[in-house]
Each structure stands twice: as structure tokens, then as C-alpha cells.
């Protein structure tokens, strides 16, 4: 490592490399609370030229490496183990077009999903997922994790809204995948790269879709007695044809937490779930579908419903949503955000049962997600210096893990595998099919350098063996 | 030695499962995901090509091979979740039957593929083929939330699963779809639903195809969201002029306003189809793709469309021509392999990709279903395919021999 030390400095520069111990401390987490490993070395690059030049270096050293944009990804993905060297593309963050007659941007990978938003906004578009990290997060760790966010619902997800990226290989050889329009050059090569957790290289220009701002949104708060009560106006809403562009839930756990912060919205604390719907389009459909909307949530037993269409009403429905996590740090010190999706229709039977888990493990859990395409977020409170806490902390999100799988869901929508869930894969996936996952990411790297030790479970990666049925 | 290769696949599924085609060739048609590896497995062993085929509607069954393996048995739709908007089918289910049975229960899959309306779902997604409707909701591969794909070596890899957002994994579904059989078959697909829409109507303009492109363009700049958006050649609307065809869905409220300001829009004049005719409009125009022996698209933008299907008219012909309002242009004639080539490259010095959707195997052997690769791509593919089909049974010509 120290041999390879003056060779990163010559590209980037001795200011662009980091590798004392304090330096490195900054670089040992993402967003995920449990796992904690700084790497050897970070470097930093500057530019397009300098992350290849980079690879190839380490390609040549034969030193696995970990991508990281902001860090703030929730599955431990973005941390690398002591031998790994961190290349951090932060510095990379330029928004370098964009074409508002083609809806298109080019952003570096370092660039943060909230600020291309800004940047489309004078042409009156949008970049449609929001992750709620956005002010802080990147485009390149978006197509890494295939971020989703609230508005995914109507949008789609980050693979929904990349056309185009230039990657470095783990060889540092370059390939060019997709084109501008979004046509795949072959096979949907772009398709598989989002998602692959920065284990297929790096992405170092990523070509963007915009989407027009709607024309008129509406937001309506409601409130409900009972978690099922709210999940059966949820299904109601979708099954009526209607799309939201998102459809949240929170449980009473969580609205308390926002109501006794100083981010209070003024949600009522003693409803059992409290659902935001928000509908955007054409002035018609936002005030036609709101009516049907509004019924559904009526006939379905809400409590009481507010509406609001000016920006600064809707802002004040959606701050306690926005803020929950930050709310909920008054909980405990340290939140596990967890993530699984279930079938809509399994979402009060699955909430049922996470509820139990949390007894049993005798820990704070709270509910934030996204109803509308039954994405899960169980927030288990504790404070990661109490190492049986933690213990509790890691049984109990097993166990959610399985209940969600067990009503036919999965182990995360939009947080990815990291190195948190890797070992839930066999829940979802056979040996042929992770076997298959192996086979792929070798092909864009053989020597498994890039992100070694994420996504994939360890004893699952044998060699795909010729022949597999006989 | 077709002698020997019907009598292994009969030891394998039974006389029933394997029978000869018209040209002598054992064909077979496994009915579950199992035995379909099975046969993939045996034949990767021999070193037999394969040759794949679904409905018979799309492709046509003529490339060279020792036996060929139809989806045709596995036609069943599996299951149907009205309160998950999930559905489960078989690769070889016909469309308007899926379409039938959703319908029945209030819900819709969003697709409009071109071809016959029997065509078989696996063919749907192998070639990634959508219609008018990607317009408002997207490509196939939006569709598909998950699969069961048995490789050329006979290994099910189950990709995906029925749930509408995951990201466990890495996304091996977006290979297949689109894939055209390359990387291993489709034998089951979890597909995402809608609800029926309310409301559905359709308008149609003639006019000179300038003008209707810039419609065309001025709809999407208002930002008004018609589910389609499609404009015809002559030909293929079988009209004087160009067509340009706008496909409203969805609340009565909504489909309504959308309506009153597509007909502000654009300097064109619009006409509502009655609503008994608005069914066979659009299943006439995705026929007209059978109309010629070769169908191609093209991944142009919509500012290129114009360029863009001048350069058609001049490498080819004007003929049956579609062509998406986001972009996106499909062609349908009959065409030699040097011009196709010489389009191809015209196309990529343009950065658009050029995919042959369907042609006869002597095309298809020639030119591939991609090609003009750029930089870095097809070394991936070819190691993509050694990894899913390592002895090379599946006889899919992804890429031109020349």
C-alpha cells in the first residue's frame, strides 16, 4: 500500500490523498449505523481522466476499491475494509448540460440529485427521483443503489431516468452503454449497470432523462384509527386507477416523534397512521381525481382530511414526512433505517407483524415509508454503544427481513444489498440465480476488485458450473 | 440425425412434448420451466443448436438448428393479484388471451406490442418490441418486474420478483428483456398491472409530416400526457397523408381536460375516433409491422425524426413507417442485407442505435439484432453470452457474422 501511495499522488495531486489515520475515520461509515471500517487510503479525483488513471493504477497493483459519492447510503455499500483503497467522487460534480428541447441532462458523477433539480428548474423540468438524502446524496451513488425516493410511485425509480453513462471498468477500460434517446446499443446494458452497486466500475458521465414540472399539484393529509384502516384506503386508491406521484405512510410511533420536534407539522398524535397523498397533471385531473380521492379516503375511515395546493400549504403537509428522520433522532442516538417491499395487499398483515418483532426484542420501532408501491421503512431507535442493544437491533431486523419475504416481498426497494443485507440474499434468490449474479459481475470484473465483499452472499459465489441440471 | 435427437427428447418429456416439424426438425415443447432446462441441458451437452420459437406470429422459425423449442405448451397465466396489480404468466401465454383474462378483472397490462394480438408474451419481451403506448408507460422492460429464464445450458435463473420496486440484486431481468433469446429463454414472467382505464379515447390528424411532427413536438412541450402518441407513414394508415394518432386514458375528469387542450395544440385538426373503432385502429396499425418480411427501430430523438426518416426513405424505402412522439421509429419492408448495413452505419455516426426486430434468418445471420456496437460494449455482450449460454446452443444471431 505505502509503495502505492506516491503513484495516486502523482495523478491527483498529494493534496487529493488521504491516508492518516484521523483523515480516514471520516470515510469508515455511510449512513449505515452498524458497520464501521475505515479503508487503507482515499483519493480523490478531479476529473474524468484521473478516476481512470486511478483504476488502472490500482488495477495494476491488483487493489480492490470501493466508489463512494456523499456517503449517506443506508446498506453499508459506500465502506470499504482496511485493505480496499475509497475512491471518492465528490469532487466530480459538475452538471455539464442540459437540453430542456430533449429533456436531457449530463452530470458527473459527483454531482447532488438536488442540485440538477435546481439547475432544470428555470426550464420548468424536474429530475424525478428524490431520495431523501437528495440535498446531499449523488447522481453517481443514485445509479449505483437505483435510488428510489416518494415520487418513484408515478416516476419510477432512478433505472426509469438514466438513457446513458460513460463507465470505467474495473480494468480501466471504458465502455459507453445506452444512448440518448434511452434506446439500448444491444442489450439494455444501462439496465443492468444501475443497481450493480458500484461493483460493475464507475460511472464517470451520467446522461439523465427531465421531466416536466405538472402543471397543478394537490396534498392531502389524512388520518386513521387503525394501520389497516389506512392500508385498505392505500389499495382503494390504486386499485381506482388513479396514480398518485406519492402515497406515504407514517404510524403513530413516528407522527409523534415529528409532533414533540421542532420540525411539529401538526399532525394529529393520536391517530394510529396518517397518509399523504399527492396528486400532480392537468388542473382537471388534479381537482377531478382529488374528489375520488378524497371519497375514497372518507369511505375508507379517515378521521379527518386536509387538502392544500399552494406550495407553502403543501410544504407545511409534507415537513413532518421530510423531517421524520431527523425527528426521530430525539428517539435515540442511532436509527437503523431498514427497508423491504411487500405486496400492497400483505401491508397490514406484514405491519402486524413488525409491530411483534419490535415487542418481542423489546425495542422502539417506527414506521415511515412509501404505501403506494408497499415499500417498508422500519425505524428501529437504539444507541450502537450498547452492544446489546445492537445485538437486538440485528435480530430483530432478520426477523423483519423474513416476515417480509414470507408475504412474498423482498429484502429492500431502494437502499440496496450493501454489505447490511447480504446475507439475506439466499431469503429471495437459489443458488442458480445468485450463481447467475456471480457470472455477470464477472464479466465486467473477473478479478472482483471493485466493491469486493457486498451484495452477493460469500458461500453463494462458487464457480458457475457448467451444467446445471442433470 | 434428427432421428436420434426426437428419441432423446422423447425419453425426456414423453411422446407428447416432442413432435416433427413440417421440415423434418424435432420440436419441442416442454410444459414447465423444469423441463424446458432440461432439454437446454441435454442439447448444450450434444453440442445441438437450438432453435427458439414462440406463438410463430414474430420471428420467423427458420434458423438453422438440430431441434427447435417452443414455449407454445407453457400458455397458462399463472396467477392474477387485483390488489397488488401482479400478474403471473407463462412465456408462451397470446397476449389477447392475458389481455381477456386481466380484463375480466379490471386491469390492464399496459402494452401494444407490434404484430398479431396472439403474439406470445416471452416474444413480447425477448425482443422488447412496445408499441404506441411506451409513450405514457414506457418500454417493455417497465413492465416486467421479474422472470424465470432457463439458460442455454439448461440453469433457471430467476430474476426479479412480484413486487413493484426491488433492487435486491443486481437487475439480471433488463438483460433478457430485449435480450431476444441470447442470453437464455423466458419461460414465466411477473408482470405489473394497472387498473382498467375509465376513459379511453383516441384522435387522429392527417397532414404533411412536418407538420405533424412539430404537433408532435408542441404536445410534449405542453406537457400534456396522451398515453400515445404516434405518427404513421401513408402507407401504413393507409391514408393521402401522414397520420398522427393521440391515445387518452385514463379518469373521465382527467382524459376529458387532456382532451379539450390537445385540440388547442398544434397546428393540426383533430378527430375523434368512435369508440367501437379506436380497438381496431390500433390493432391495424401494429399489424402493418407483418406487412414486409423485415422490421427494424430505431432509437432516434424526437428532434432527429424528420432526418431521420429521410435517410430512411433514401437507404430504404418511405413505406410502413411509425413513429413514437418521445422518438423512437419502427420501419417495416423489404430491404437487402447491404442496405440495412449501409443504414446501420449511417445511424451510428448519428449515435442511434439500429435494432432488427424481425427478419428472415439469412438477415438476421448477416447483420444481427444489434451491431455498430460502441466503444466497450461488445466485449461485454459476448462474455454476457459465454456466461449464460457457454456452448452456444441458443441459434440467436445477436450479431452479424459480417
Redesign the interface.
Given at each position: 500500500m505505502q509503495s502505492l501511495l506516491p503513484h495516486l499522488e502523482r495523478i491527483t495531486g498529494p493534496r487529493w490523498v488521504r491516508h492518516r489515520r484521523a483523515e480516514l475515520a471520516t470515510y469508515a461509515m455511510d449512513g449505515l449505523p452498524t458497520r464501521e471500517s475505515p479503508p487503507a487510503a482515499v483519493v480523490m479525483p478531479g476529473t474524468r481522466e484521473e478516476v481512470i488513471a486511478i483504476v488502472r493504477e490500482l488495477h495494476r497493483a491488483g487493489v480492490p476499491w470501493v466508489a463512494r459519492g456523499a456517503g449517506t447510503g443506508l446498506s453499508g455499500g459506500a465502506v470499504a475494509d482496511p485493505a480496499a483503497v475509497m475512491i471518492t467522487l465528490t469532487r466530480l460534480n459538475r452538471i455539464l448540460s442540459i437540453d430542456p428541447?430533449?429533456r436531457r441532462a449530463v452530470v458527473e458523477p459527483g454531482a447532488v440529485n438536488a442540485r440538477l433539480s435546481e439547475a432544470a428548474l428555470p426550464f420548468?423540468l424536474a429530475y424525478a427521483p428524490d431520495p431523501s438524502s437528495q440535498a446531499a446524496c449523488t447522481l453517481g451513488g443514485n445509479v449505483a443503489?437505483?435510488a428510489?425516493g416518494p415520487h418513484?410511485l408515478k416516476y419510477?425509480?432512478t433505472?426509469?431516468h438514466i438513457t446513458e453513462l460513460e463507465?470505467v471498468?474495473p480494468d480501466g477500460?471504458?465502455?459507453?452503454?445506452g444512448?440518448?434517446?434511452?434506446?439500448?446499443?444491444?442489450?439494455?446494458?444501462v439496465?443492468?449497470f444501475?443497481?450493480?452497486e458500484g461493483m460493475f466500475g464507475i460511472a464517470v458521465e451520467i446522461t439523465t432523462r427531465l421531466v416536466?414540472?405538472?402543471?397543478a399539484v394537490r396534498t392531502s393529509l389524512a388520518d386513521f384509527g387503525s394501520i389497516r384502516a389506512a392500508s385498505e384506503a392505500v389499495?382503494a386508491i390504486?386499485?381506482?386507477?388513479?396514480?398518485p406521484a406519492a402515497l406515504e405512510m407514517m404510524d403513530q410511533v413516528c407522527v409523534r416523534a415529528v409532533e414533540a420536534s421542532i420540525y411539529a407539522a401538526g399532525y394529529p398524535t393520536d391517530a394510529a397512521a396518517v397518509l399523504l397523498v399527492e396528486l400532480d397533471?392537468?388542473?382537471?385531473?388534479v381537482?377531478?381525481?382529488g374528489a375520488?380521492v378524497d371519497n375514497l379516503l372518507a369511505q375508507h375511515g379517515a378521521r379527518s382530511i386536509t387538502s392544500a395546493s399552494s406550495p407553502a400549504e403543501r410544504a407545511r403537509l409534507w415537513q413532518g414526512r421530510k423531517k421524520a428522520f431527523g425527528a426521530m433522532g430525539r428517539l435515540a442516538p442511532d436509527l437503523a433505517v431498514q427497508d423491504a417491499?411487500?405486496?400492497?395487499?400483505a401491508l397490514p398483515a406484514v405491519l402486524d407483524a413488525v409491530g411483534a418483532i419490535g415487542r418481542r426484542h423489546e425495542l422502539v420501532v417506527s414506521n415511515v415509508f412509501?404505501a403506494g408501491?408497499?415499500?417498508l421503512h422500519p425505524n428501529i431507535s437504539f444507541d450502537r454503544r450498547d452492544a446489546q442493544l445492537a445485538a437486538r437491533v440485528h435480530q430483530a431486523s432478520g426477523e423483519i427481513m423474513e416476515a417480509c419475504v414470507a408475504a412474498?416481498?423482498?429484502?429492500?426497494?431502494?437502499?440496496?444489498?450493501g454489505s447490511d443485507?447480504r446475507d439475506y440474499?439466499p431469503l429471495?434468490?437459489?443458488a442458480?440465480?445468485?450463481?447467475?449474479?456471480c457470472?455477470?459481475?464477472?464479466?465486467?470484473d473477473p478479478l472482483e476488485r471493485a466493491n469486493p465483499g457486498k451484495?452477493?452472499p460469500i458461500h453463494a459465489c462458487r464457480e458457475?458450473r457448467?451444467?446445471?441440471?442433470? | 440425425m434428427s432421428d436420434a435427437v426426437l428419441t432423446r427428447l422423447r425419453a425426456l418429456l414423453g411422446s407428447a412434448g416432442v413432435e416433427r416439424e413440417a421440415d423434418g426438425l424435432p420440436r419441442a415443447t416442454p410444459d414447465s420451466s423444469?423441463s424446458f432446462?432440461?432439454v437446454c441441458?441435454v442439447a448444450?451437452?450434444e453440442g445441438w443448436r437450438i432453435r427458439l420459437e414462440g406463438q410463430g406470429t414474430w420471428l420467423p422459425a427458420d434458423a438453422p438448428a438440430e431441434l427447435a423449442l417452443s414455449t407454445r405448451a407453457l400458455d397458462q397465466v399463472v396467477s392474477v393479484?387485483?390488489?397488488?396489480?401482479?400478474a403471473t404468466v407463462q412465456a408462451g401465454a397470446p397476449l389477447d388471451e392475458v389481455r381477456r383474462r386481466l380484463a375480466d378483472q379490471?386491469m390492464w397490462l399496459a402494452l401494444d406490442p407490434p404484430g398479431r394480438p396472439d403474439r406470445s408474451i416471452g416474444s413480447i419481451l425477448a425482443t422488447?418490441t412496445a408499441g404506441p403506448l411506451r409513450y405514457g408507460f414506457?418500454?417493455v422492460?417497465?413492465h416486467v418486474l421479474g422472470c424465470a429464464v432457463v439458460?442455454g445450458?439448461?440453469?433457471?435463473?430467476?430474476?426479479g420478483?412480484?413486487?413493484?420496486?426491488?433492487?435486491?440484486?443486481?437487475?439480471?431481468t433488463?438483460?433478457h428483456?430485449?435480450?431476444f433469446g441470447?442470453?437464455g429463454v423466458i419461460t414465466e414472467v411477473h408482470l405489473r398491472l394497472?387498473?382498467?382505464?375509465?376513459a379511453d379515447v383516441t384522435f387522429t390528424a392527417l397532414g404533411p409530416r412536418d407538420r405533424l411532427a412539430a404537433a408532435a413536438r408542441a404536445i410534449g412541450a405542453a406537457?400534456l400526457?396522451p398515453s400515445a402518441l404516434e405518427m404513421f407513414s401513408p402507407a401504413l394508415a393507409a391514408e393521402a397523408e401522414w397520420m398522427l394518432a393521440a391515445r387518452l386514458t385514463?379518469?373521465?375528469?382527467?382524459v376529458?381536460?387532456?382532451a379539450?387542450?390537445l385540440s388547442a395544440t398544434g397546428d393540426v385538426t383533430w378527430q375523434q375516433l368512435r369508440a367501437d373503432r379506436s380497438a381496431a385502429f390500433w390493432g391495424l396499425t401494429a399489424r402493418a409491422a407483418l406487412a414486409g418480411p423485415i422490421t427494424l427501430?430505431?432509437?432516434?430523438?424526437?428532434?432527429g425524426l424528420e432526418e431521420t426518416i429521410d435517410l430512411v426513405g433514401h437507404d430504404l424505402d418511405e413505406g410502413l413507417v411509425s413513429a413514437g412522439g418521445m422518438?423512437?421509429l419502427r420501419w417495416t419492408g423489404t430491404t437487402s442485407v447491404e442496405r440495412l448495413r449501409s443504414l446501420r452505419r449511417a445511424m451510428a455516426a448519428r449515435?442511434?442505435?439500429m435494432?432488427i426486430e424481425r427478419a428472415p434468418w439469412e438477415v438476421r445471420r448477416e447483420i444481427g439484432h444489434?451491431g455498430a456496437?460502441?466503444?466497450?460494449?461488445g466485449q461485454?455482450?459476448s462474455?454476457?453470452r459465454e456466461?449464460?449460454d457457454?456452448k452456444g446452443a441458443l441459434q440467436v444471431a445477436?450479431e452479424g457474422s459480417g
Amino acid at each position: 500500500m505505502q509503495s502505492l501511495l506516491p503513484h495516486l499522488e502523482r495523478i491527483t495531486g498529494p493534496r487529493w490523498v488521504r491516508h492518516r489515520r484521523a483523515e480516514l475515520a471520516t470515510y469508515a461509515m455511510d449512513g449505515l449505523p452498524t458497520r464501521e471500517s475505515p479503508p487503507a487510503a482515499v483519493v480523490m479525483p478531479g476529473t474524468r481522466e484521473e478516476v481512470i488513471a486511478i483504476v488502472r493504477e490500482l488495477h495494476r497493483a491488483g487493489v480492490p476499491w470501493v466508489a463512494r459519492g456523499a456517503g449517506t447510503g443506508l446498506s453499508g455499500g459506500a465502506v470499504a475494509d482496511p485493505a480496499a483503497v475509497m475512491i471518492t467522487l465528490t469532487r466530480l460534480n459538475r452538471i455539464l448540460s442540459i437540453d430542456p428541447a430533449r429533456r436531457r441532462a449530463v452530470v458527473e458523477p459527483g454531482a447532488v440529485n438536488a442540485r440538477l433539480s435546481e439547475a432544470a428548474l428555470p426550464f420548468g423540468l424536474a429530475y424525478a427521483p428524490d431520495p431523501s438524502s437528495q440535498a446531499a446524496c449523488t447522481l453517481g451513488g443514485n445509479v449505483a443503489e437505483n435510488a428510489g425516493g416518494p415520487h418513484c410511485l408515478k416516476y419510477g425509480v432512478t433505472a426509469n431516468h438514466i438513457t446513458e453513462l460513460e463507465v470505467v471498468l474495473p480494468d480501466g477500460s471504458t465502455a459507453r452503454l445506452g444512448s440518448r434517446g434511452g434506446e439500448a446499443w444491444g442489450p439494455d446494458l444501462v439496465g443492468l449497470f444501475v443497481g450493480s452497486e458500484g461493483m460493475f466500475g464507475i460511472a464517470v458521465e451520467i446522461t439523465t432523462r427531465l421531466v416536466p414540472l405538472p402543471r397543478a399539484v394537490r396534498t392531502s393529509l389524512a388520518d386513521f384509527g387503525s394501520i389497516r384502516a389506512a392500508s385498505e384506503a392505500v389499495s382503494a386508491i390504486i386499485a381506482s386507477g388513479i396514480v398518485p406521484a406519492a402515497l406515504e405512510m407514517m404510524d403513530q410511533v413516528c407522527v409523534r416523534a415529528v409532533e414533540a420536534s421542532i420540525y411539529a407539522a401538526g399532525y394529529p398524535t393520536d391517530a394510529a397512521a396518517v397518509l399523504l397523498v399527492e396528486l400532480d397533471g392537468s388542473e382537471e385531473a388534479v381537482v377531478g381525481d382529488g374528489a375520488v380521492v378524497d371519497n375514497l379516503l372518507a369511505q375508507h375511515g379517515a378521521r379527518s382530511i386536509t387538502s392544500a395546493s399552494s406550495p407553502a400549504e403543501r410544504a407545511r403537509l409534507w415537513q413532518g414526512r421530510k423531517k421524520a428522520f431527523g425527528a426521530m433522532g430525539r428517539l435515540a442516538p442511532d436509527l437503523a433505517v431498514q427497508d423491504a417491499v411487500v405486496p400492497r395487499s400483505a401491508l397490514p398483515a406484514v405491519l402486524d407483524a413488525v409491530g411483534a418483532i419490535g415487542r418481542r426484542h423489546e425495542l422502539v420501532v417506527s414506521n415511515v415509508f412509501h404505501a403506494g408501491d408497499g415499500n417498508l421503512h422500519p425505524n428501529i431507535s437504539f444507541d450502537r454503544r450498547d452492544a446489546q442493544l445492537a445485538a437486538r437491533v440485528h435480530q430483530a431486523s432478520g426477523e423483519i427481513m423474513e416476515a417480509c419475504v414470507a408475504a412474498g416481498g423482498s429484502i429492500t426497494g431502494e437502499h440496496g444489498v450493501g454489505s447490511d443485507k447480504r446475507d439475506y440474499m439466499p431469503l429471495i434468490f437459489d443458488a442458480a440465480t445468485l450463481d447467475a449474479m456471480c457470472a455477470v459481475r464477472r464479466v465486467f470484473d473477473p478479478l472482483e476488485r471493485a466493491n469486493p465483499g457486498k451484495v452477493l452472499p460469500i458461500h453463494a459465489c462458487r464457480e458457475w458450473r457448467a451444467g446445471g441440471v442433470a | 440425425m434428427s432421428d436420434a435427437v426426437l428419441t432423446r427428447l422423447r425419453a425426456l418429456l414423453g411422446s407428447a412434448g416432442v413432435e416433427r416439424e413440417a421440415d423434418g426438425l424435432p420440436r419441442a415443447t416442454p410444459d414447465s420451466s423444469e423441463s424446458f432446462a432440461q432439454v437446454c441441458h441435454v442439447a448444450s451437452e450434444e453440442g445441438w443448436r437450438i432453435r427458439l420459437e414462440g406463438q410463430g406470429t414474430w420471428l420467423p422459425a427458420d434458423a438453422p438448428a438440430e431441434l427447435a423449442l417452443s414455449t407454445r405448451a407453457l400458455d397458462q397465466v399463472v396467477s392474477v393479484s387485483p390488489a397488488d396489480l401482479v400478474a403471473t404468466v407463462q412465456a408462451g401465454a397470446p397476449l389477447d388471451e392475458v389481455r381477456r383474462r386481466l380484463a375480466d378483472q379490471g386491469m390492464w397490462l399496459a402494452l401494444d406490442p407490434p404484430g398479431r394480438p396472439d403474439r406470445s408474451i416471452g416474444s413480447i419481451l425477448a425482443t422488447a418490441t412496445a408499441g404506441p403506448l411506451r409513450y405514457g408507460f414506457g418500454s417493455v422492460r417497465d413492465h416486467v418486474l421479474g422472470c424465470a429464464v432457463v439458460t442455454g445450458d439448461g440453469r433457471i435463473v430467476r430474476a426479479g420478483g412480484r413486487v413493484v420496486k426491488n433492487v435486491a440484486g443486481y437487475d439480471v431481468t433488463k438483460l433478457h428483456v430485449g435480450g431476444f433469446g441470447g442470453f437464455g429463454v423466458i419461460t414465466e414472467v411477473h408482470l405489473r398491472l394497472r387498473a382498467l382505464p375509465r376513459a379511453d379515447v383516441t384522435f387522429t390528424a392527417l397532414g404533411p409530416r412536418d407538420r405533424l411532427a412539430a404537433a408532435a413536438r408542441a404536445i410534449g412541450a405542453a406537457s400534456l400526457s396522451p398515453s400515445a402518441l404516434e405518427m404513421f407513414s401513408p402507407a401504413l394508415a393507409a391514408e393521402a397523408e401522414w397520420m398522427l394518432a393521440a391515445r387518452l386514458t385514463g379518469t373521465d375528469s382527467a382524459v376529458v381536460g387532456e382532451a379539450r387542450r390537445l385540440s388547442a395544440t398544434g397546428d393540426v385538426t383533430w378527430q375523434q375516433l368512435r369508440a367501437d373503432r379506436s380497438a381496431a385502429f390500433w390493432g391495424l396499425t401494429a399489424r402493418a409491422a407483418l406487412a414486409g418480411p423485415i422490421t427494424l427501430r430505431l432509437g432516434v430523438l424526437p428532434d432527429g425524426l424528420e432526418e431521420t426518416i429521410d435517410l430512411v426513405g433514401h437507404d430504404l424505402d418511405e413505406g410502413l413507417v411509425s413513429a413514437g412522439g418521445m422518438g423512437g421509429l419502427r420501419w417495416t419492408g423489404t430491404t437487402s442485407v447491404e442496405r440495412l448495413r449501409s443504414l446501420r452505419r449511417a445511424m451510428a455516426a448519428r449515435e442511434i442505435p439500429m435494432t432488427i426486430e424481425r427478419a428472415p434468418w439469412e438477415v438476421r445471420r448477416e447483420i444481427g439484432h444489434f451491431g455498430a456496437y460502441r466503444e466497450g460494449v461488445g466485449q461485454l455482450v459476448s462474455k454476457l453470452r459465454e456466461a449464460f449460454d457457454p456452448k452456444g446452443a441458443l441459434q440467436v444471431a445477436l450479431e452479424g457474422s459480417g
